[in-house]
Each structure stands twice: as structure tokens, then as C-alpha cells.
């Protein structure tokens, strides 16, 4: 199994353009999520996903797009860049069980993005 | 509301000092998971341990240990005999169960950065 995927691992972007940062997974994960690394705030949520079809906000999901069409594929989308989403982002994926149990979260490599 | 702090920014220890890494956490629900990751230089997420809160034993797994007690809400981190190899950034994380499923968050500290000095 490759496991998370995330591409591209880096990326320079003028503020105002758009683009989308991939992620993808093959361990029949229904949980996915992306998460923003900032220094010294830890790892926020963006958005994520419990399943196919269906998606909700995190912590901090203004700027950002998400849609799942698959199991897979969790793409993220940034609809107008600004120099305040220079981050590292990471795509995570686990089991959703059910009863209450919170599953492991395993994650991407990361996608480091830079706004210009 | 879910918190979870990581009083200590950095740490610096001469190889083969023992560490621990101090992990506090907050919430109003009865179950709930605890995870601790790893993040070395190379900047990748390694997952470490898993803890419920139904679950108070403490565990070892080589030279890491981890103590949960729920009395004072906290989740420390051992590394026992720390090796160049244990510098990183040590990032505490908790997510919430509610209901018949969960929605999965992970709220994460602010992380720990470990340096091993040799």
C-alpha cells in the first residue's frame, strides 16, 4: 500500500491564482481530512470528509474548497490565494467506526505552499 | 471546549538523558482518544500512540513510555536513554467521540521540538 498521498510537495503561488492540492488514498479509508501546519499553532483542521459525497468545515476552512467524489480522492482547493495560506498542509485518512471508537489518523508527507 | 497544550516549546537534552514531554488536555466528554505523533526533521507525521480514556494503564514500547491520568487530564511522554535520533517535534492530539460515531477531528498542541544533543 502506498498509504496517503499528497502532491506536490511544493508549491509557489502569486496571490489571486487558484489551485488544487491532491490527496489520495488506498487503504479504503472513509474518514479524510486536511489540516494546516502553521509555526506554533500546532495543526489546524480545514475540512473533512466521514464518506463519499459528503464533506463539512473545520476550524479554519475560509479560502478553501473540498469535494469527495471518491473513497480516495480528497482534493483541496484553493479558490484565490492569499500570502495568510502560506503553510504546510496535510491530508489524513482512518477508519470511521462507529459505537464511538475514534480510529488512528495517518498522514500524507505534506504539501509545503508558498504565497506570494 | 476541546484544548490541548503543550507547555513546553523546546527542550534540549544531552544523548542518553531521559525526557519527558508534558501533554494537558480538556474536554466534556466521558470517551475521548489521545494520540501522540512524531515529526521528524524530514517533516512527515509519524503516528506514535493511541490512548482511550477508558484506558489508564500506563505503556512502554521500548524507550518510550506514556502516562495518562485522567485525574489531572494529562498525557505525558518518556524517552527514556534519548538518542540524536529522537530530535523532533512531538505534537499531542485529541480527538472526541459523540454519539453513534465521531467526527474524526484531531485537535492538536501547539507540538513540543525535541533536540538531542550527542
Known amino acids: 500500500n502506498a498509504g496517503v498521498t499528497q502532491t506536490p510537495k511544493f508549491q509557489v503561488l502569486k496571490t489571486g491564482q487558484s489551485m488544487t492540492l491532491q490527496c489520495a488514498q488506498d487503504?479504503?479509508?472513509?474518514?479524510m481530512s486536511w489540516y494546516r501546519q502553521d509555526p506554533g499553532m500546532g495543526l489546524r483542521l480545514i475540512h473533512y470528509s466521514v464518506g463519499a459525497g459528503i464533506t463539512d468545515q473545520g476550524e479554519v476552512p475560509n479560502g478553501y474548497n473540498v469535494s469527495r467524489s471518491t473513497t480516495e480522492d480528497f482534493p483541496l482547493r484553493l479558490l484565490s490565494a492569499a500570502p495568510s495560506q502560506t503553510s504546510v498542509y496535510f491530508c489524513?485518512?482512518?477508519?470511521?467506526?462507529?459505537?464511538?471508537?475514534?480510529?488512528?489518523?495517518?498522514f500524507g508527507p505534506g504539501t509545503r505552499l508558498t504565497v506570494l | 471546549a476541546q484544548k490541548v497544550t503543550q507547555a513546553q516549546t523546546e527542550i534540549s537534552v544531552v544523548e542518553k538523558e531521559d525526557v519527558t514531554l508534558d501533554c494537558v488536555y480538556e474536554?466534556?466528554?466521558?470517551?475521548?482518544?489521545l494520540f501522540w505523533y512524531k515529526q521528524p526533521p524530514s517533516g512527515e507525521l509519524v503516528f506514535l500512540i493511541r490512548?482511550?480514556?477508558?484506558?489508564?494503564q500506563n505503556e512502554i514500547s521500548g524507550r518510550y513510555s506514556w502516562n495518562f491520568q485522567k485525574s489531572t487530564s494529562s498525557f505525558n511522554f518518556t524517552i527514556t536513554a534519548s538518542q540524536v535520533v529522537d530530535s523532533a517535534v512531538y505534537f499531542c492530539?485529541?480527538?472526541?467521540?459523540?454519539?453513534?460515531?465521531?467526527?474524526?477531528?484531531?485537535?492538536f498542541g501547539q507540538g513540543t521540538t525535541l533536540q538531542v544533543k550527542p
Open positions: 492530539a485529541l480527538s472526541e467521540a459523540r454519539g453513534s460515531g465521531n467526527t474524526g477531528k484531531l485537535i
Open positions: 490512548r482511550n480514556s477508558f484506558d489508564e
Open positions: 489524513a485518512s482512518s477508519y470511521k467506526r462507529t459505537g464511538g471508537i475514534a480510529d488512528t489518523q495517518y
Open positions: 474536554t466534556r466528554d466521558t470517551t475521548y482518544y
Open positions: 487503504m479504503n479509508h472513509e474518514y
